[in-house]
């Protein structure tokens, strides 16, 4: 009886809504009806609809890959303060935070899917069915550490939030050890990425023992950076109550991120340049340009400005606690990390090939309306899960309540 009184609630939650609510549905919905369009047309000629190349292998679809992992284990900026510290203006926010952990690994799965030349042979990665390769292959590890991670995001709030739709008090001893497990968990998911990518003894720019803890530092910064602004829309068009408190202490710790970050970043070019090898070949390339191919240079570089500037935001207090410039500090680390993580990591990588060769990759309208459709779809898995988990937080939506 309970389980059909919370779906039929939740039900009319989904259905109910203001015209801004009807619109930012219809609009996803639609964008993502056009990337699915897309995808079938990748489906069916192969991936010679892409950019890719036996070259350049990766691309647009793996760098928004590595992007969205970030975001998904920067949920564990939020936990650790949350409950390991009982920092009550973050604990009261947390679970918004994991709702976008899950949207984020359900995206990151959507672009593994369609990176994949025959997304019909999956299952011979399903255990039992087909075969994981577990414990040599880094690619069944990050199957394992991402749907693991889903799971642990499903279930902490899942059971807090029918705790607190039931009126009743969650049991801590429960829940606190896989809150515990998630923690190290976040950090595995960026880690067995980092991992995929420098075991590859043939690829010099990726072939750093400095690269995970890289990624996680620039996962701490857009990851929460996405968060603050998330819960500021949340804040405004709910009755959901955040606190100025949780969105500045955020900001301070994304504040030491990417003081890690930008440390990191200066020490791989230290080792690059002072040791003047021909591997320095694939970070003069994405720099400078190479051979008179210089594509990616004005990125890159823009995702540099956009780091240094944000660093500098939110290094001073003053800007950091004023909205402006922290809401302008946040949108410079997300476009930037976004750069750096995604093209400015990926295509590098196979540059130059074997023989020398530079070949350039650019994205085909395919890939970009595929891309288009996969955040339409996360940001439509987020918006009702918020639909959902905000009226059981404020207490709109109980077990004893009726629908507003």
């Not at 996680?216 to 950076?225: D, I, T, V």
Request: aromatic content about 14%; proline content about 5%; charged content about 10%.
């Amino acid at each position: 009886m309970e389980k059909s009184g919370f779906i039929f609630q939740a039900g009319r939650r989904l259905a109910v809504g203001p015209p801004v609510y009807y619109g930012w549905v219809g609009l996803l919905l639609v964008l993502a009806a056009i990337g699915v369009t897309a995808y079938t047309q990748q489906l069916r000629v192969g991936l010679i609809a892409t950019g890719m190349t036996n070259y350049v292998s990766w691309g647009f679809y793996i760098g928004n890959f590595t992007f969205l992992v970030g975001v998904a284990a920067a949920a564990v900026l939020l936990i650790i303060p949350a409950y390991l510290y009982d920092f009550g203006p973050i604990k009261d926010i947390v679970i918004v935070g994991e709702a976008l952990a899950v949207s984020a690994i359900l995206m990151c799965m959507m672009f593994v899917t369609a990176d994949l030349g025959r997304p019909d042979r999956i299952w011979h990665l399903i255990p039992g069915l087909g075969i994981l390769n577990i414990p040599r292959s880094l690619l069944g590890w990050d199957i394992v550490v991402l749907n693991g991670y889903l799971l642990l995001n499903l279930l902490i709030p899942g059971y807090i939030l029918w705790n607190s739709y039931n009126d009743k008090p969650v049991n801590m001893k429960f829940i606190l050890p896989f809150i515990l497990l998630s923690i190290p968990w976040a950090v595995s998911i960026h880690t067995v990425t980092a991992f995929i990518y420098n075991g590859l003894a043939a690829r010099p720019f990726w072939n750093a023992s400095i690269l995970a803890p890289r990624f996680l530092a620039s996962a701490f910064c857009s990851g929460p950076a996405l968060v603050i602004l998330l819960y500021q829309i949340v804040r405004k068009y709910t009755k959901f109550h955040v606190t100025d408190a949780a969105l500045f202490k955020i900001a301070e710790m994304i504040a030491a991120a990417m003081a890690i970050n930008l440390f990191l970043l200066g020490a791989e070019f230290f080792k690059e340049l002072y040791s003047d090898t021909h591997h320095l070949a694939p970070l003069v390339y994405l720099y400078a340009g190479l051979h008179g191919k210089a594509m990616l240079v004005p990125w890159i570089w823009t995702a540099f400005a956009f780091n240094v500037a944000a660093f500098v935001i939110f290094i001073i207090p003053a800007t950091r606690k004023s909205f402006v410039t922290l809401n302008l500090g946040c949108v410079l680390i997300i476009v930037g990390i976004w750069i750096e993580k995604g093209i400015g990591l990926i295509v590098p990588g196979f540059i130059p090939a074997p023989l020398g060769e530079v070949w350039e990759y650019v994205p085909t309208g395919v890939e970009l309306l595929v891309t288009m459709g996969i955040w339409s779809i996360g940001l439509l898995v987020l918006t009702l899960i918020l639909k959902i988990i905000i009226p059981i937080e404020t207490g709109e939506m109980t077990r004893t309540s009726g629908v507003m």
